[in-house]
């Protein structure tokens, strides 16, 4: 039973979702001024703050499994540095793909100072809105990976969603570690909309 305070944090969480997405859609020209109100009412009681995600391969092993995992996501309207923290677990567009998404860690956002441990390349700081994801799996070189070390950093726009569970198996599954904050943020999310049986039923393993 979802506790009182959970569902006063979850709302305010909905109403600001709702808010940032309708301002998003008006900046964008996409909607009217009279239509902005209308949308924060509907995302607020019928829209929900989470999707299933699929996801397969190693890059993300141990906290995704490699023959793949379901994955609960929350849902980022507009990626900056005060929705997304460095060692989030982020859903964001395959660069190399454009029908395709992507899991990482956001490993580092604008103003971080990007190191190799190869002397041949020449440190650099990363511009602004701009990003550094990383695989999980420490046991893949680099160019397997598939992460910034083989593209490059990304533009902050390209992150669609944060991770907040995961199912490995029927019996396999938890709350994915994020940074402190998000997953302080995420837990009223977890507390209403986390449902393992719908994802159980939806896992393609």
């Known amino acids: 039973m979802v506790s009182l305070s959970n569902w006063f944090r979850y709302l305010a969480n909905k109403l600001e979702y709702s808010a940032c997405l309708s301002l998003k859609r008006f900046e964008g020209g996409q909607i009217t001024e009279r239509e902005v109100v209308d949308i924060v009412w509907k995302n607020l009681f019928q829209g929900k703050l989470t999707y299933l995600h699929w996801n397969k391969g190693e890059e ?3 906290t995704i499994a490699a023959q793949g995992g379901t ?3 929350r849902k980022i309207p507009e990626a900056e540095p005060t929705s997304v923290f460095v060692g989030d677990m982020v859903v964001l567009k395959d660069p190399q793909k454009t029908d395709n998404y992507l899991v990482r860690r956001l490993a580092a956002i ?7 441990t190869n002397e041949k390349d020449v440190p650099f ?7 550094w ?3 999980d799996n420490e046991n893949l070189k680099p160019k397997e990976a ?3 070390r083989r593209f490059g950093p990304l533009p902050m726009t390209d992150i669609v969603g944060r991770v ?5 198996t029927a019996v396999d599954h938890g709350p ?4 402190h904050l998000s997953m302080r943020r995420d837990s009223s999310v977890l507390a209403v909309e986390l449902d393992v049986d719908e994802m159980t039923k939806n896992h393609k393993a």
Do not use: A, F, H, T
């Not at 604008?110 to 190799?116: I, K, L, P, T």
């Not at 907040?164 to 490995?168: D, E, G, K, T, V």
């Open 60 to 62: 993300m092993v141990p």
């Open 71 to 73: 994955l609960l996501v």
């Open 110 to 116: 604008e103003g971080y100072e990007m190191v190799s």
């Open 125 to 131: 700081v990363l511009e602004k809105d701009q990003c």
């Open 133 to 135: 994801v990383l695989s």
């Open 146 to 148: 598939n992460d910034s």
């Open 164 to 168: 907040i569970y995961s199912l490995r």
């Open 176 to 179: 994915v570690k994020n940074s």
